[in-house]
């Protein structure tokens, strides 16, 4: 008798559709499309340092790029200037700007009394 019991439970089991459905591995991280994972939306966008000098060049996001450069899979450096570049995402031109503007000062050192 418990055996024709139990064979009824295994069986109810394995023919509901919801028992597939909760069977999932937790460890698994959620599936993205592939469309989600090249585009950064602008708001998440972060111009961090201007570098000038031979090659002028921006840092976006922790990347490091030249004008002219594609970074994150869709965004064109356009232009790199004093506090801001200019960058085109999917055909829409955008100013990302630094959030504080870094001017170097002149630092004079004391004179060595020892050196004259």
């Given at each position: 008798?418990?055996?024709?019991?139990?064979?009824?439970?295994l069986?109810?089991?394995?023919?509901?559709?919801?028992?597939?459905?909760?069977?999932?591995?937790?460890?698994?991280?959620?599936?993205?499309?592939?469309?989600?994972?090249?585009?950064?939306?602008?708001?998440?966008?972060?111009?961090?340092?201007?570098?000038?000098?031979?090659?002028?060049?921006?840092?976006?996001?922790?990347?490091?790029?030249?004008?002219?450069?594609?970074i994150l899979?869709?965004?064109?450096?356009?232009?790199?200037?004093?506090?801001?570049?200019?960058?085109?995402?999917?055909?829409?031109?955008?100013?990302?700007?630094?959030?504080?503007?870094?001017?170097?000062?002149?630092?004079?050192?004391?004179?060595?009394?020892?050196?004259?």
């Amino acid at each position: 008798m418990a055996y024709n019991r139990s064979l009824v439970l295994l069986l109810c089991f394995l023919f509901s559709g919801n028992s597939l459905a909760v069977l999932k591995d937790p460890t698994k991280p959620p599936r993205q499309s592939a469309s989600s994972t090249n585009h950064v939306p602008a708001a998440e966008l972060q111009l961090s340092a201007i570098y000038f000098g031979h090659n002028k060049r921006a840092t976006i996001n922790g990347i490091t790029a030249k004008e002219g450069q594609v970074i994150l899979s869709s965004i064109r450096i356009l232009k790199i200037l004093k506090n801001s570049v200019k960058i085109r995402s999917k055909g829409i031109n955008q100013t990302l700007y630094l959030l504080t503007p870094f001017k170097k000062k002149q630092v004079y050192l004391p004179k060595n009394s020892h050196n004259e």
